[in-house]
């Protein structure tokens, strides 16, 4: 398992655990991200801050500090 933010862009990963509590781990998973989500890593800003990721057929931008506490395994 690794952090999200750990992934290299155009890799696709399936979602293990969103740990973390209260109003950050609300946000995550109001995003649509849950455990066994399928989730594409776009782009990453040159400082690694943003991260564009695609879930369910949407773009979203996430913030480093937030795809910290998301933990996933790397597709085939």
Known sequence: MKQLSKINVGKNVKVIKVTGEGALKR???????????????????PLGDPIEISVRGYELTIRKADANIILVEECE
Not at 31 to 44: P, Q, S
């Open 27 to 45: 946000r995550i998973m109001d995003m649509g991200i849950t455990k066994d989500t399928n989730i594409f890593v776009r782009k990453t800003a």
